[in-house]
T-cell receptor
Framework: GENVEQHPSTLSVQEGDSAVIKCTYS??????FPWYKQELGKGPQLIID?????GEKKDQRIAVTLNKTAKHFSLHITETQPEDSAVYFC??????????FGKGNQVVVIP | DAGVIQSPRHEVTEMGQEVTLRCKPI?????LFWYRQTMMRGLELLIY????????DSGMPEDRFSAKMPNASFSTLKIQPSEPRDSAVYFC????????????FGPGTRLLVL
């Protein structure tokens, strides 16, 4: 089955700087790649997603890039704010309604 | 919309007891998912339903776990008998259906089995 790995496991950034989280996947048939944000005591919430026919997608301060050849995709957060502190999960799916999640990245934004 | 609703939010029980977790998906969503989250294993899919029918239960750890979806607005995940290693956060998620990948998660049930 699909194997999704995230790096780094923990990321600390100064407020205002950018944060980048990278995920790799194993199944070349995967075609849907969402990113979820999980705050303490809450369920994961979708923040952005990308499909395999697109290389980049942006939504305000958040962007996702996809490299199908290398089988990796990255989350970019610009102008980080304290409320961006959370655990971020990437996932991959081959269109069968099954999401394979990475283990998560703890992002800490230092004021 | 109220989003996915789960109850209880917290459950503490003793080993051997039966535990029932409940989920109400977003109205109009046809697919429902049960996940388990632990520090060691991350988010694991246990089972998912489409139009109230179980499609894939390969993630259910063992026979002690069972899930039902008697109608489009309600699902249960039952553990009987519970064991300390079942302690985790259990999430329910829903989506529009097989054609839509986006899953919306509930707040989770934090289960502690003593």
């Amino acid at each position: 089955g699909e194997n999704v790995e995230q790096h780094p496991s923990t990321l600390s950034v100064q407020e205002g700087d950018s944060a980048v989280i990278k995920c790799t996947y194993s199944d070349s048939a995967s075609n849907y790649f969402p990113w979820y944000k999980q705050e303490l005591g809450k369920g994961p919430q979708l923040i952005i997603d990308i499909r395999s026919n697109v290389g980049e997608k942006k939504d305000q301060r958040i962007a996702v890039t996809l490299n199908k050849t290398a089988k990796h995709f990255s989350l970019h957060i610009t102008e980080t704010q304290p409320e961006d502190s959370a655990v971020y999960f990437c996932a991959a799916s081959r269109g069968n309604n099954r999401l394979a999640f990475g283990k998560g990245n703890q992002v800490v934004v230092i004021p | 919309d109220a989003g996915v609703i789960q109850s209880p939010r917290h459950e503490v029980t003793e080993m051997g007891q039966e535990v029932t977790l409940r989920c109400k998906p977003i109205s109009g969503h046809n697919s429902l998912f049960w996940y388990r989250q632990t520090m060691m294993r991350g988010l694991e899919l246990l089972i998912y339903f489409n139009n109230n029918v179980p499609i894939d239960d390969s993630g259910m750890p063992e026979d002690r776990f069972s899930a039902k979806m008697p109608n489009a607005s309600f699902s249960t995940l039952k553990i009987q008998p519970s064991e300390p290693r079942d302690s985790a956060v259990y999430f329910c998620a829903s989506s529009l259906g097989l054609a839509s990948e986006t899953q919306y998660f509930g707040p989770g049930t934090r289960l502690l089995v003593l």
